[in-house]
């Protein structure tokens, strides 16, 4: 069959790859000259498996309210007159109650494992490195309300399958004897042995070039303009250079999707919520982190990409606006400068802001369309694409190929993440 992706980030290459591999022909069409050049350009690059607390939940919900008004808080919200920002909050707001959470938890989960176990049973395939560590991660609080409210969740987590240690500041020096400088601030640690992190533009780099040779197509540096339907069918999708026919059409545009998806009459509730990051060069090995590390309280998450330091958090509701504010950006220094002080020169890091497609419940939308018969969708990732990204491209090609593999032996429904659940 000959399969058309439109988007070139993280989530529509890996579904290429994964369809080609399945016998389609696969093309791809994305705006910018090459893959993964916005948000899945320089995010957190953790592979945060077991980290399935959705933000729809009554706990984020009073930490956001406290933090109104405050310009270098961890959420930062800018009302705008916007239907599709209003609209959004209101199904958030319907996702935070204990059943919703619970339910949330598990599915987010249960994705993030399928992930790891698709991405380790293709690793060897893949058959290129992407600054991949498998040396787990480990979560530091501040205080015993936000360690306390972290264990709820794990304990929740530990149902379905993620696993948990709890150490104390000290013993967590063992596994990241770069914390030594901040120990002192430093309440209790946990650590999560199955979490990894790897750079997701390097591995979309790389895994272009394989899938060219796998006989792909891309077609950059063309703006999907306009998307045709006949017969309850996608018959074009026009571009500002060309125009595409196919047998069938997979929507991966990011915080772009609902955008396009509006113009065919498909109301998706995907919003931009803008994050930011900065890199560091390393200048001293021992004091910047060998592996992932998550500040709870700030939601501030660092990765080791090759002799790089990536820091990365923040939630912005300010619409499409994908602009770097010097203030978010300091938040991010100021919060390097305590726990990793002496890794490198962090006034002069590299400063990047990306709108993350998130849903109202923290999952995904993966699956067919039920008004057009050839388009499917695998977007809507938010803080999680990355992470999610092997396990969603893996379901949309068993769903394509209607096939359902394994997943009842895995308590795995794949109608958890269909569009119709907003309806
Ligand atoms: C600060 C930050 C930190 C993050 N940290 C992590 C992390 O540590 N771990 C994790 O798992 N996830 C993380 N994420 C989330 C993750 O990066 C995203 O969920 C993921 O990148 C989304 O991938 P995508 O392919 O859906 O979207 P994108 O990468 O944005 O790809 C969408 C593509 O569609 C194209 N496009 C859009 N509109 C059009 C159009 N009209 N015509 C043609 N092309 C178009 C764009 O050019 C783009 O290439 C983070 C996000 C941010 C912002």
Redesign the pocket.
């Known amino acids: 069959m000959k399969i058309t992706i ?7 290459i890996t579904s290429a790859y994964m369809l080609a591999r399945d016998g389609h022909k696969v093309e791809i ?4 000259s090459g ?7 320089s ?6 498996y077991c980290h399935a607390e959705p933000w729809a939940s009554f706990g984020s919900l009073k930490k956001g309210l406290r933090w109104i008004g405050q310009a270098e808080a961890p959420l930062l919200f800018r009302p705008l007159p916007s239907l599709q920002m209003w609209s959004w909050v209101f199904e958030y707001l319907k996702n935070c109650n204990s059943k919703a959470e619970r339910r949330n938890t598990e599915r987010i989960l249960k994705l993030g494992l399928l992930s790891r176990k698709v991405l380790h049973e293709i690793e060897n395939d893949l058959g290129f490195d992407f600054s991949y560590r498998k040396g787990g991660k480990l979560f530091i609080f501040r205080d015993k309300e936000e360690f306390e409210c972290y264990l709820k969740q794990a304990r929740l987590q530990e149902i379905y399958g993620s696993k948990y240690q709890i150490l104390s500041p000290v013993e967590a020096l063992e596994y990241e004897p770069s914390l030594r400088e901040s120990v002192g601030s430093i309440y209790a640690c946990v650590r999560d042995p199955m979490d990894e992190s790897a750079d ?1 533009y390097e591995f979309s780099v790389k895994l272009v070039e394989k899938l060219k040779e796998m006989g792909v197509k891309f077609h950059f540096d ?4 306009k998307i045709d339907t006949s017969e309850g069918k996608i018959s074009r999708v026009i ?1 500002d250079k060309n125009e595409f026919q196919s047998d069938l059409f997979v929507l ?5 999707s609902s955008l ?1 998806a509006k113009e065919i009459g498909i109301k998706l509730p995907i919003y931009p919520i ?4 900065i890199t560091v060069d390393i200048k001293n090995e021992e004091k910047a982190p060998g592996n992932s590390v998550t500040d709870y309280y700030e939601k501030v ?1 660092y ?1 080791r990409i090759g002799n790089k330091l990536r820091a ?3 939630a912005e509701f300010a619409g499409y606006d994908d602009s770097i504010t010097g203030r978010r950006i300091n938040m991010l220094k100021r919060s390097t400068k305590k726990y990793f002080p002496y890794s490198g020169d962090i006034d002069n890091a590299e400063s990047w ?5 998130s849903t109202p419940d923290s999952c995904p939308v993966i699956g067919k369309s039920d008004r057009f018969k050839n388009l499917y969708f695998n ?1 809507g ?9 092997f396990a969603s491209a893996k379901i949309i090609t068993d769903i394509i190929a209607e096939r359902l593999g394994d997943y009842d032996s895995e308590e795995f429904d794949l109608n958890w993440f269909s569009a119709s659940r907003f309806n």
């Not at 893959?35 to 350009?41: G, I, L």
């Not at 995010?43 to 945060?48: C, D, E, I, K, Y």
């Not at 063309?222 to 303009?225: L, P, R, V, Y």
């Open positions: 439109l988007g070139a980030g993280v989530i529509g069409i994305d705006r910018n893959p993964s050049e916005e948000c899945s350009f995010n957190g690059a953790q592979l945060s997701a063309q703006k999907i303009e571009t991966s545009l990011g915080a772009y396009l803008k994050g930011y990051s998450v990765s990365a958090g923040t802001a990306c709108l993350r497609p977007t990732h938010g803080t999680l694409g990355w992470t999610q990204n």
